[in-house]
């Protein structure tokens, strides 16, 4: 029904209870499920319009409407692997594809391989391909965007197995590397260049360098006859105090 025209009297009134709401002083009004109607809401959302066939005071008409939602296709429902909707033909269809027989896609999407000669024309020596099963879906705008949408989990399995046993074969070979390298550390220990001192523990090579406050070993006995100093490696080779009659403490 049309809404009555309101008179004067009927507007103060309805006029005088809003504020009344507004200021805690009259209870709120309450529509047909029990609910209390926030009278801060303003008018033009907590009205109902006249089609829409209110009895009373309502919000109903502001949350989504069950007849009117749009259906569509769950994130579950997707084209099925290797699924047919039918057997092999034995002859051509219209509108079929004109190398495979196929009626779910053309002749320029086929991914059989290619006739010499087309379904088309000769039915005695072609194999029809099945149709595939093609379930009409429905989707929203997110669906048609979505990168994952018909993705398996269990097909990557694979990848996950292939790279576990990488990785097992990766740490055998590993531990054969660290059982080399300590035996080369072993080895290198006791192989000291002049000069240098290899700890095979922290990797690293320590160099023997004298404090320069130090006075160099050369400049201990200044006899051109005494013990030889290579300055190559740094090492002296004799007692450089062997003629001059000092004791290595002096």
């Known amino acids: 029904d049309e809404p009555k025209k309101q008179s004067r009297e009927d507007w103060r009134k309805a006029k005088e209870l809003e504020e009344a709401r507004k200021a805690g002083t009259a ?16 008018q033009y959302i907590s009205s109902a319009p006249w089609y829409f066939g209110a009895k009373g ?14 259906e569509f296709s769950q994130i579950n429902d997707y084209y099925s692997r290797g699924e047919f909707v039918s057997r092999r033909a034995s ?8 190398n ?14 290619i006739q010499h000669m087309q379904s088309l024309f000769i039915d005695s ?23 994952w949408n018909g993705f398996d989990p269990a097909c990557y399995h694979g990848v ?6 990488v990785e097992e074969v990766r740490g055998v070979v590993d531990d054969s590397e660290d059982e080399v390298d300590g035996d080369e550390d072993k080895y290198a220990d006791n192989a000291d260049m002049p000069g240098t001192k290899v700890d095979s523990k922290q990797r690293i090579t320590v160099r023997n360098l004298r404090i320069r406050e130090d006075v160099a070993k050369y400049l201990r006995n200044l006899d051109p006859n005494s013990a030889y100093y290579d ?18 403490e002096e």
């Open 27 to 42: 209870p709120a009004a309450v529509d047909e499920e029990g609910k209390d109607i926030n009278p801060h809401i303003p």
């Open 57 to 70: 005071p309502t919000l109903k008409h502001q949350r989504p409407q069950p007849e009117k939602q749009r």
């Open 91 to 98: 002859k051509y269809r219209k509108g079929a594809c004109e």
């Open 100 to 113: 495979c027989g196929a009626l779910t896609h053309k002749k320029k999407d086929c991914l059989e391989v």
């Open 125 to 147: 020596y072609i194999c029809y391909a099945p149709c595939n099963y093609l379930p009409s879906l429905k989707l929203d705008y997110d669906g048609k965007r979505d990168r």
């Open 160 to 165: 996950i197995e292939e790279y576990r046993k």
């Open 231 to 248: 300055p190559k490696t740094r090492s002296m080779r004799d007692n450089p105090y062997k003629n001059s009659n000092k004791t290595p």
